[in-house]
């Protein structure tokens, strides 16, 4: 069956960096478009980030773009959000999910599948 397990998050100040993981199995994971979103608490789920299959297309919410940059490693089934710059806002639970083809749908939102997701805290 179709798993994301999420990883990397944790406590960090402001200014700093994390690099979140989403490790994959169950799937073709080369042939299908990914995203991230997060959730922080008492607010509704944001989406933050996608790319397409090979790698080749990005996308990001404008609250993070030029901070936050999405990748993958398809000969690993992974893929990465590399958070550098972080600001109290960016606190949330971060979830990786997986998009029905291999490219961005119309709705950035409408994923198949979805991790557990990790914590991501930025504090001082």
């Known amino acids: 069956q179709v798993q994301l397990v999420e990883s990397g998050g944790g406590l960090v100040q402001p200014g700093g960096s994390l690099r979140l993981s989403c490790a994959t199995s169950g799937f073709t994971f080369s042939s299908y478009a990914m995203s991230w979103v997060r959730q922080a608490p008492g607010k509704r789920r944001e989406w933050v980030s996608g790319i397409n299959s090979s790698g080749g297309a990005t996308r990001y919410a404008d609250s993070v773009k030029g901070r936050f940059t999405i990748s993958r490693d398809n000969a690993k089934n992974t893929l990465y959000l590399q958070m550098n710059s972080l600001k109290p806002e960016d606190t949330a639970d971060y979830y990786c999910?997986?998009?029905?083809?291999?490219?961005?749908?119309?709705?950035?939102?409408?994923?198949?599948?979805w991790g557990q997701g990790t914590q991501v805290t930025v504090s001082s």
């Open positions: 999910g997986k998009y029905r083809r291999s490219y961005f749908p119309s709705d950035l939102n409408d994923n198949d599948y």
